[in-house]
């Protein structure tokens, strides 16, 4: 079955620490990779994606992302965290099933910044 | 251009009621999904519509239904509801389906008392 692993339900770093929020899938084919943050109360934002091509993304707020193929795997990435990206962030991939899409979201890593 | 809207934003049911959530996409998208947000659960695909067909379903029991209008509006109905449908519904609209963009409304929190 498809799914989608996050495995660290929450991470704590210090504020100008480098970031890496892990994400593993299981699908047969390549799906198309999300990373979203959803600040409490809101809905979600979408961070960045990827469909094809180049391997390393770029997202907004400073985040990239790495598609690795050989370990179905889709880590998120951020140099120098900030107070202000505390939140928590999703992985997701959306597969075609069956003449349309859905979407499969991991648990969530609640990102905790210190100062 | 606006964003996603959804209505209303907060909810209070008793059991055994039913409801009718609200979402209004981004001007010019056709394709809206919806998500059901809960602690345990986390975020769970409900549907997807698009051009007022619904193209995929998740795994949810037929109480939870949808529809999608002319103007790309879309509504989700729950009937018979029970305790653990307290959620936060998110609904999210994308010009062409869920493999392109989608962009979030701020969800509706029902809470089933």
């Known amino acids: 079955a498809q799914s989608v692993t996050q495995p660290d339900i929450h991470i704590t770093v210090s504020e100008g620490a480098s970031l890496e929020l892990r994400c593993n899938y299981s699908y047969g084919a390549t799906p198309y990779l999300f990373w979203y943050v959803q600040s409490p109360g809101q809905g979600l934002q979408l961070l960045l994606k990827y469909f094809s091509g180049d391997t390393l993304v770029q997202g907004i707020k400073g985040f990239e992302a790495e598609f690795k193929r050989s370990q179905s795997s889709f880590n998120l990435r951020k140099p120098s965290v900030h107070w202000s990206d505390a939140a928590e962030y999703f992985c997701a991939v959306v597969i075609d099933n069956t003449g349309g899409f859905k979407t499969i979201f991991g648990a969530g890593t609640r990102l905790f910044v210190k100062a | 251009k606006a964003g996603v809207t959804q209505t209303p934003r907060y909810l209070i049911k008793t059991r055994g009621q039913q409801v009718t959530l609200s979402c209004s996409p981004i001007s010019g998208h056709r394709s809206v999904s919806w998500y059901q947000q809960t602690p345990g659960q986390g975020l769970q695909f409900l549907f997807e519509?698009?051009?007022?067909?619904?193209?995929n379903k998740g795994n949810f029991p037929g109480r939870f239904s949808g529809r999608q209008f002319s103007n790309s509006r879309s509504e989700m109905n729950v009937s018979t509801l029970e305790l653990g449908d307290s959620a936060l519904y998110l609904c999210?609209?994308?010009?062409?389906?869920?493999?392109?963009?989608?962009?979030f409304g701020q969800g509706t929190r029902l809470t089933v008392v």
């Open positions: 519509y698009f051009s007022e067909t619904q193209r």
């Open positions: 999210a609209s994308s010009s062409q389906g869920l493999h392109t963009e989608a962009f």
